[in-house]
């Protein structure tokens, strides 16, 4: 076939000379034929077949590997939503009783350089694997915690699975990477808000930007609660450093049953005359609320003070906890997350918060809210106080309390009326507002207690 034929044209001569073959060659032929056929279709319905897809790393692949190797399984149901299964050898069967004290831990990432890196002491550049092992030196039994990580990059989608894949020793039993680029009922409209005509753009601009975070906390968070767990803490990819023992503590707080007297470990810290006393440019509904409220035990204290005269009496009793954070630092601001506060009046810039922390009196201070250093100056460790906003620096949310409708509005919640957006409380900031209207409150640990944030 290969030889110059002197016969005929090429074409017909070689199809003559195949068809011509002897009996078994032809037969050969065929066989090979079917072998790269049959090979064809085992490559092209391989992942429908094993519900997996090549670019898991071959260590993943296997199926029968050691106990200490996580289990992997991908799941890609629209183009836009990727997740990736991981179940290590700390999970239990499904039959078995599901672990007492379930913690799921919960990030959000844009991309690898979303966990964030050091400018000042040190060139560290923080990473995924940074943040697992994070996990693992707080301690908790494996068994009792799950992971999820959403990301909106999928070269950072890839970089965790092969983390996770690569690793023998996973702090939690399971973990799921999600790879969402963008949120599926996400609009222009709804990521400007309905009122952006009466701000600036700067403000509209921040305000698209938590609403939206919102909606992806929101995602992540029903997507990866099952019914067994029972505190969910979320960490924001960029704290690097996490104080010992902190997740046990965030657990036994979140374990106290509601109807526990919590007096003894809650300070009190007066902001209601702030309330009632001052000007207040925003929020009504909540103002209102809390107003009405503080009127109702100042009347009860009055009678009571009259009588005992203690002034204690006026406290009242404190909420159930529901929520925790504790203190923020990075390497220029002593309390770094400034989304922590109580009291609803005006909240004082960096600046001015640093002259209130070195005892700078400042015209107007009495009204303003307080925010976290302020409040848990003089506390111990044992000591929480109460928030009436919180951050998602480091964040403990109850999950009953999720399963029952706590969400991280999407919009501003404070102050709303039908057809239109509130004034404040957008994202974190709203969640407390929501928690207390459903009888829970939010607090802050007190004393030492504090994450460290990258520097970038
Ligand atoms: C995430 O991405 C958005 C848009 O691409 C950007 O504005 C934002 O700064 C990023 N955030 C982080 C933490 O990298
Ligand atoms: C959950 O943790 C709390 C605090 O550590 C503990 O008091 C409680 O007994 C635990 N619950 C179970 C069922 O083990």
């Known amino acids: 076939m290969l030889l110059p034929s002197t016969v005929s044209p090429p074409s017909s001569s070689s199809f003559s000379s195949s068809f011509l073959l002897p009996n078994r060659r032809r ?17 092209y319905l391989y992942p429908s077949i094993f519900g997996r897809a090549y670019f898991v790393p071959a260590t993943a692949q296997v199926n029968q590997e050691p106990a200490s190797q996580p289990r992997v399984h991908q799941i890609h149901t629209d183009p836009s939503l990727y997740r ?27 991309d690898t350089r979303s966990w964030g890196r050091m400018t000042r002491k040190s060139q560290q550049v923080w990473t995924f694997g940074d943040y697992i092992s994070r996990i693992r030196q707080q301690g908790l039994s494996p068994e009792s915690v799950h992971l999820g990580i959403l990301t909106s990059d999928l070269t950072a989608y890839g970089t965790y699975i092969d ?56 995602f992540l968070s029903s997507h990866m609660l099952t019914p067994a767990v029972q505190h969910v803490i979320w ?46 440019p925003t929020a009504s509904a ?15 204290g009055k009678e009571k003070t009259s009588q005992t005269s203690t002034p204690s009496a006026e406290i009242p009793a404190p909420l159930p906890i529901g ?70 620096t480091a964040l403990y949310i109850r999950a009953e309390l999720l399963r029952e409708g706590l969400v991280f509005p999407p919009y501003a919640i404070a102050g709303t009326h039908w057809g239109s957006d509130g004034e404040d409380g957008v994202e974190t900031e709203g969640l407390c507002y929501m928690a207390e209207m459903m009888g829970w409150g939010c607090y802050t640990l007190g004393g030492q207690w504090r994450t460290l944030h990258a520097d970038a």
């Open 27 to 43: 037969s050969l032929r065929l066989f090979a034929i079917a072998l790269l056929v049959l090979f064809g279709l085992t490559f």
């Open 84 to 110: 990736t299964i991981f179940h290590t050898g700390h999970s239990t069967d499904s039959h078995r009783e599901p672990p007492a004290n379930l913690t799921l831990v919960l990030s959000i990432t844009n």
């Open 163 to 218: 983390e996770l894949a690569s690793s023998t020793d996973l702090p939690f039993a399971r973990a799921e990477i999600i790879y969402l680029p963008s949120l599926p009922c996400m609009t222009d409209s709804t990521s400007e808000g309905q009122r952006k005509d009466r701000h600036t753009t700067d403000h509209v601009k921040q305000s698209a930007r938590r609403r939206r975070i919102a909606r992806i906390r929101n």
């Open 235 to 280: 960490l924001d990819a960029d704290v690097y450093d996490l104080p010992a023992g902190l997740f046990s503590r965030l657990v036994e707080l979140g374990s106290i049953p509601a109807d526990r007297d919590i007096k003894n470990i809650v300070k009190y810290v007066d902001t209601s005359v702030h309330t009632t006393s001052t000007a207040q």
């Open 286 to 300: 909540p103002k209102k609320t809390v107003s009405t409220a503080t009127s109702a035990v100042a009347a009860t």
């Open 323 to 392: 929520l925790i954070t504790l203190r923020c630092q990075d390497a220029t601001h002593f309390d770094f997350d400034r989304n922590a506060w109580a009291g609803f009046g005006r909240r004082p810039s960096y600046p001015e918060l640093r002259k209130l922390l070195n005892g700078v009196k400042l015209p107007g201070m009495e009204g303003w809210a307080k925010s976290l250093s302020q409040l848990i100056k003089g506390t111990t460790d044992d000591q929480i106080v109460k928030l009436d906003a919180v951050g998602g």
